[in-house]
């Protein structure tokens, strides 16, 4: 089917309290991984490129790969700027055809972060495409601005101030994750989130969930979650099928046979993660 956006799949989980999964992707047979598993599992699914991402490959060549597996899946499928990191990024993204971007100004101030995202949803919601937004730092490599002052997690009076400013339709929240690598098990402010949920309406999101114990993502999604972001672990997933396919197949040269076993890897680890977010069979 034809790409759909983010916003009635995530009103949807958040009436039926469970959250769609949002997996980032880095080449084609991501793509193709994680469209296979949403279509297994009978499950929405919204696919994201960050920042990173698309300096390697521009918009455009990401927007093609979703867009062309999304028209050969039966279930619905997103395509979501992750960390836009400007209003320009945000724009380039919605020109070609993005169907849920996210602009990111928590390393801004409040009053700057509420302009840059007021100014990208007031340019996105006239042609019917939802916007995310973050307030609080969510720690990790994804935004290198971690080790400012003060308190890096959400404030529930803040966020409800900045819905309000902004007119924003999701919000990220920092409550102790992070992006990349855990060095310990990640312990979150589970009481914080339910204060954000007490006076927050919109849908909420969790970021940096990669190496986030299922039961915890269970636990974060009774209390309002219903967007659960993973990066980092279907790289390392990806990379541990491409790595086993060589040590096995050491002559092999065939970027096909080695990928496959990559995707394969991805696919399963997008199914496990599907089933923790409780989205299987909503679709």
Do not use: W
């Amino acid at each position: 089917m034809p790409l759909v956006t983010s916003k009635k799949l995530l009103l949807d989980a958040q009436e039926g309290c469970y959250a769609v999964g949002a997996f980032n992707v880095e080449n084609m047979e991501m793509v193709q991984a994680v469209v296979a598993a949403a279509e297994e599992l009978r499950a929405p699914v919204i696919l994201q490129t960050t920042p990173s991402t698309l300096k390697y490959a521009d918009v455009d060549f990401f927007y093609a790969n979703v867009k062309t597996a999304a028209e050969k899946a039966a279930v619905p499928v997103v395509m979501h700027l992750d960390h836009g990191s400007s209003f320009d990024l945000a724009m380039q993204a919605f020109r070609a055809g993005y169907t849920s971007i996210m602009i990111d100004g928590s390393p801004k101030p409040f009053s700057e972060n509420v302009q840059v995202t007021r100014a990208v949803a007031s340019a996105c919601h006239p042609a019917g495409i939802p916007v995310e937004a973050e307030l609080g730092k969510v720690g990790g490599k994804e935004d290198d601005l971690i080790g400012g002052e003060g308190n890096p997690y959400t404030d529930p009076r803040e966020a409800q101030a900045f819905v309000e400013a902004t007119g924003v339709d999701f919000l990220a929240v920092a409550i102790g994750t992070a992006h990349g690598v855990y060095k310990g098990v990640p312990r979150l402010d589970l009481d914080r989130l339910r204060e954000i949920r007490a006076i927050v309406s919109i849908p909420l999101v969790l970021h940096g969930t990669s190496g986030v114990p299922d039961d915890t993502v269970r636990a974060c999604i009774a209390r309002g979650i219903c967007k659960v972001n993973y990066a980092t672990d279907l790289r390392i997933a990806f990379t541990k099928g491409v790595s086993a396919y060589l040590k096995e197949h050491p002559d092999a040269f065939d970027p096909k046979k080695y990928n496959a076993q990559g995707r394969e890897e991805v696919k399963q680890y997008a199914m496990e993660k599907i089933k923790v977010c409780g989205s299987d069979g909503k679709a």
